[in-house]
Nanobody, 114 residues
Framework: QVQLVESGGGLVQPGGSLRLSCAASGSIFRFNIMGWYRQAPGKQRDLVARIGTSGTTYYADAVKGRFTISRDNAKNTVYLQMNSLKPEDTAVYYC????????WGQGTQVSVSS
């Protein structure tokens, strides 16, 4: 069973930056499309970025130009560099496979506030 462990969240002021990491157990990581999702209180979980096995990326309009997704297959890790953060980016961030998600990890809280 693949386990996902997200980290790197925290409290940051508007305009600040954070880098999230998602470590996945198991050697099949490199064969999977991976995505970063976020869920704000009272809202559904939404996809914000996706990266394919060859590095092709997709971003939701709300984060395009500010967030960058990347992966290191040797380390079974996917990253999300978040710049120019806004209060509306506040949420719990999760990573998972696309499609057919693994069991969800605990997520990492990102709070953007002055």
């Amino acid at each position: 069973q693949v386990q996902l462990v997200e980290s790197g969240g925290g409290l940051v002021q508007p305009g600040g930056s954070l880098r999230l990491s998602c470590a996945a157990s198991g050697s099949i990581f490199r064969f999977n499309i991976m995505g970063w999702y976020r869920q704000a209180p009272g809202k559904q979980r939404d996809l914000v970025a996706r990266i394919g096995t060859s590095g092709t990326t997709y971003y939701a309009d709300a984060v395009k130009g500010r967030f960058t997704i990347s992966r290191d297959n040797a380390k079974n890790t996917v990253y999300l560099q978040m710049n120019s953060l806004k209060p509306e980016d506040t949420a719990v961030y999760y990573c998972n496979r696309i499609p057919a998600p693994f069991n969800w990890g605990q997520g990492t809280q990102v709070s953007v506030s002055s």
